[in-house]
T-cell receptor, first 115, second 120 residues
Framework: AQTVTQSQPEMSVQEAETVTLSCTYD???????LFWYKQPPSRQMILVIR??????QNATENRFSVNFQKAAKSFSLKISDSQLGDAAMYFC????????????FGKGTKLTVNP | DTEVTQTPKHLVMGMTNKKSLKCEQH?????MYWYKQKAKKPPELMFV???????INESVPSRFSPECPNSSLLNLHLHALQPEDSALYLC???????????????????FGEGSRLTVL
């Protein structure tokens, strides 16, 4: 069974600084998807960024980028120029071959952004 | 329209009540999901409907009964719940894909804001 591990229950960052959230996963599949989801307090969860395992290039979305290390099974999220609105729970998630119906979530990292 | 709408936003019920949670999306997504989320925890998958058929039931107690009347609607019927069932219930949807000839889903879930359930 696939597992996703987020080893940092909480992180904090100063506004305008850069922070990196860690995620490792375990799978025997060669083709899969990885995601970072953001859940602000009392607001809906949204997708931040997505990585397809067969693509070597790291995904980027504006201030959000990932460092995908397939051999190490590592998928970290870097947030540049942190903003107060980035404060949220961040969940790393895995989806199996062909994109399965079932996502495996990590336990989450609570990010605090200090003004 | 990129929204998943859930009603009600808040629900308080007794252990003998029967109530329903509703979810609606008009994005043409063919997979719809119910998740249960406790505070400071990740969402736990309960049910998945794929093309209006139940495809995944994560061994959820029968006091939770899902229903998918059509491709846009998903209901969760609640009966004889326990206080430990109090949680945020999230509905989500995702679009079907064909990736290198393999049918599946994108894994990108569109979530509703959730229905916060309190069982007294």
């Amino acid at each position: 069974a696939q597992t996703v591990t987020q080893s940092q229950p909480e992180m904090s960052v100063q506004e305008a600084e850069t922070v990196t959230l860690s995620c490792t996963y375990d799978t025997s599949e060669s083709d899969y998807y990885l995601f970072w989801y953001k859940q602000p307090p009392s607001r809906q969860m949204i997708l931040v960024i997505r990585q397809e395992a067969y693509k070597q290039q790291n995904a980027t979305e504006n201030r959000f980028s990932v460092n995908f290390q397939k051999a190490a099974k590592s998928f970290s999220l870097k947030i540049s120029d942190s903003q107060l609105g980035d404060a949220a729970m961040y969940f790393c998630a895995y989806s199996g071959q062909g994109g399965s119906e079932k996502l495996v979530f990590g336990k989450g990292t609570k990010l605090t952004v200090n003004p | 329209d990129t929204e998943v709408t859930q009603t009600p936003k808040h629900l308080v019920m007794g252990m003998t009540n029967k109530k329903s949670l509703k979810c609606e999306q008009h994005m043409g997504h063919r997979a719809m999901y119910w998740y249960k989320q406790k505070a400071k925890k990740p969402p736990e998958l309960m049910f998945v409907y794929s093309y209006e058929k139940l495809s995944i039931n994560e061994s959820v107690p029968s006091r939770f009964s899902p229903e998918c009347p059509n491709s846009s609607l998903l209901n969760l019927h609640l009966h004889a719940l326990q206080p430990e069932d109090s949680a945020l219930y999230l509905c989500a949807s995702s679009r079907s894909t064909s990736v290198r000839g393999l049918a599946g889903y994108s894994g990108e879930l569109f979530f509703g804001e959730g229905s916060r359930l309190t069982v007294l």
